[in-house]
């Protein structure tokens, strides 16, 4: 039994961050528990073929020390998987971390106690830590989701999730792979597999948008040049609403005729990144707008891919551009033309079970010697849920978000005093270049714990109003975007069976959201329970 000032949940980048400031700059006896043998959070878990990030680089890290941004060196336009948690491992060593993470523990249980104004913690190994603070750092997209498919466990052959991807190398050398699933994962990693094995099947539900990401090697006056413009860059992160090095333009696409605007698409799609999105400023606000960067990315794919047929069922979209998560990718088109790729559309011939030897589909049976399930998360609420967290009076979270989850700018709910979230439901978390977002949250929390600790109070909690008012906020910010055009999406919750539909991050954009937040610290939490 341990007690402590403050307990973090998460060994990746935001637990690290967070461990940082309470135990270095607050002075707080803190731990971090982490389930993983080692750090890195989602980076230490989606080790699968190709996993890459697709922001970049330079702008995929901490910005609140000049000097460790200035000493780690981003050699590739994108960090590849390993890369990021040689950085995560580089910020772990800078300021000792490790001397206060636990590995191999799973949390299973953690209840408050009011009387002692506790945190109860306990783990699979049983061990019970005891602590004023308790931080969830479990990250937004850690939860996976493999499907309930009949007879998944039926299967001989070898069945892997890319979320929980083992250490050892999987051998696809003259292989018959089995695919389900086409999103920001399943576009990463079937190019690299479709390298090696001797067949590729694809079974895509839903086509997703891709644009080449067009990842290089950076140049050494590149690398100086972000290195030096780090107090520009730092500021501009702030500045854009998700957090990425581009802003929106003025210009909508109907500024100019067919031919300018398709030429300006054009430059966008050479140029990669998530920034063809902002090639005009109505892309992601209106419909018809949309519509022409669907045209663009349609006529893309039907020039890359040579079977007519599988590019039919490529553009077969049925959401607008951006209401999912776009994704970039490194030859996910060019893949197609392959002679050991074959690319099966579920929406016509679905999958009906999972058989010993493979994938059985309305008009198939595929023999297969792997599956690789890259289907995803139980997206932003699965991996707090599954601390099987207890509140005030009994209350369990689980129950209390049975409707949709109910925070306070995604950082606090009621009836769970001094639990904090980091990018948790209802902030912009997953919506923006995950670290800056990171960053701002562990600042907040800092400051707030701060203002707990130095007017010797004993506990925070948002209120209900709080609460539901910060849901009609995040209700009438969506209004203003397309995101619930989409028929089916993991930021909705769509994709976990019995999971409540409601639209999951803040979609309001970071700087709004950071000005919001500033107020509350500012006006000394007010709106909040002070205890
Ligand atoms: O998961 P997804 P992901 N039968 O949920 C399909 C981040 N990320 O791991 O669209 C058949 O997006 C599903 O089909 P549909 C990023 O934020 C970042 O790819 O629901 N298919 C879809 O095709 C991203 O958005 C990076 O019809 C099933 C796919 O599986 C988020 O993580 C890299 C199915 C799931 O796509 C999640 O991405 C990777 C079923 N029963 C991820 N169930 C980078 O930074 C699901 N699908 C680069």
Known sequence: MKYLDALIIGAGFSGL???HCLRDKLKLNTLVLEEGDDLGGTWYWNRYPGARCDSESFTYGFTFSKKIFKKWTWKERYPKQ???LKY?????KEYNLKK???FKQK????????KENLWKIKTNNMKI???KYLICAVGSLSSINLPAIK??????GQLHHSGRWPKKNINFKNKIVGQVGTGSTGIQIAPEIAKKAKKLILFQRSPNFSIPARNRKLSNTNIKNYKKNFNKLRSFLKRTPGGHPFEFPKKSAFDFDEAKRNLMYEKSWQYGTLSFRATFNDIVKTIKANKTAVKFIENKIYSTVKNREYAKILTSFDHPFTAKRPTLNTNYYEMFNKKNVELVNLKENPIVKITKKGIKTKKNEYTLDKIIFATGFDALTGSIEKLNITGKKGIKLTKYWKSGPKSFLGLLVPNFPNMFIISGPGSPSVLTNVPVQIEQHVEWITKCIKFLENNKRQSIESTNEAAKKWQKEITSSVKKTLFMKA???WYKGDNIPGKSKSFLPYPGGMPKYRKVCLKVEKTNYKELKII
Do not use: D, M, R
């Not at 995560?88 to 772990?92: A, D, E």
């Not at 007879?151 to 001989?156: A, D, L, R, V």
């Open 17 to 19: 961050y967070q461990l």
């Open 82 to 84: 390993k890369v990021i």
């Open 88 to 92: 995560l491992k580089y910020f772990s």
């Open 100 to 102: 206060n993470i636990v």
């Open 107 to 114: 949390v299973i249980s953690t209840q408050y106690f009011e």
């Open 129 to 131: 830590y005891f602590a």
């Open 151 to 156: 007879g998944i466990n039926q299967f001989k």
């Open 487 to 489: 028929k089916s999406s």
